[in-house]
């Protein structure tokens, strides 16, 4: 398994490439294929809105690149944000650095100094650095200029978020990868009548297979309603 660092940042077993829906994405996803493999980009850093995909795809890299045998690790900065910025110490030895929510570090100098070195030294040993942000490096609120041009030394790509029928095809097939049938109906009732945000409706997924299966009746709309009206 890839090394992770002690802080109980698991990978979740369910953000891989096989249940990403690309839609408008599809360069970025076959860039960070490549890198899963120690192959194409040396560095790449994504960026989008709120639940567009980037923690699904950075976490799907490390996943693939765990079954290559290659060591990576995770850092999700929304978490890590309120301990030291030591945390980069030595993660140039690690085959593939995934760093999430980058715009995290804004008007933190120590992180951004830390972030800084960390790339020169992961690009002197040749190893993979992935970035996600909720903005291209140019807009981010960085006060260190050199890391800003540091985060720009690789491809800076968007992810787009998906339309509503590749959201729909995106609840079904996480429901097909966890072993039930989402009707065609169910879904876009869902997406009609609740958040369309991916997080959330795939948490409202979750909770109808757990109903589902305390219940022993199949998904069906006046069922939904009665598990969430």
Request: glycine share 4%; proline share 4%.
């Amino acid at each position: 398994m890839g090394t992770q660092l002690a802080l109980d940042l698991q990978l979740r077993e369910s953000y891989t490439f096989e249940n990403f829906v690309v839609g408008k994405n599809a360069l970025p996803f076959e860039l960070l294929k490549q890198i899963s493999r120690l192959q194409g980009e040396q560095q790449l850093l994504l960026w989008g809105g709120d639940c567009c995909g980037k923690s699904h795809l950075l976490q799907a890299v490390c996943q693939l690149a765990n079954q290559h045998k290659f060591t990576s690790t995770y850092l999700p900065l929304k978490q890590l944000i309120h301990y030291s910025p030591d945390v980069f110490d030595e993660l140039e030895s690690i085959e593939l650095v995934c760093i999430d929510d980058v715009q995290k570090i804004a008007e933190h100098p120590e992180w951004q100094e830390k972030c800084f070195h960390l790339i020169n030294r992961v690009r002197a040993t040749g190893n993979r650095l992935l970035f996600a942000a909720d903005l291209p490096p140019n807009e981010l609120n960085l006060q260190l200029e050199d890391l800003r041009s540091r985060l720009n030394w690789g491809p800076v790509l968007q992810i787009e978020y998906l339309d509503d029928a590749e959201k729909q095809q995106a609840l079904q097939l996480r429901a097909s990868m966890k072993g039930f049938d989402l009707p065609q109906q169910v879904a876009a009732y869902m997406l009609k009548n609740y958040s369309r945000d991916m997080a959330a409706l795939f948490e409202k997924l979750e909770q109808l297979d757990q109903a589902s299966l305390q219940q022993q009746r199949r998904l069906t709309v006046p069922f939904v309603k009665t598990v969430f009206e």
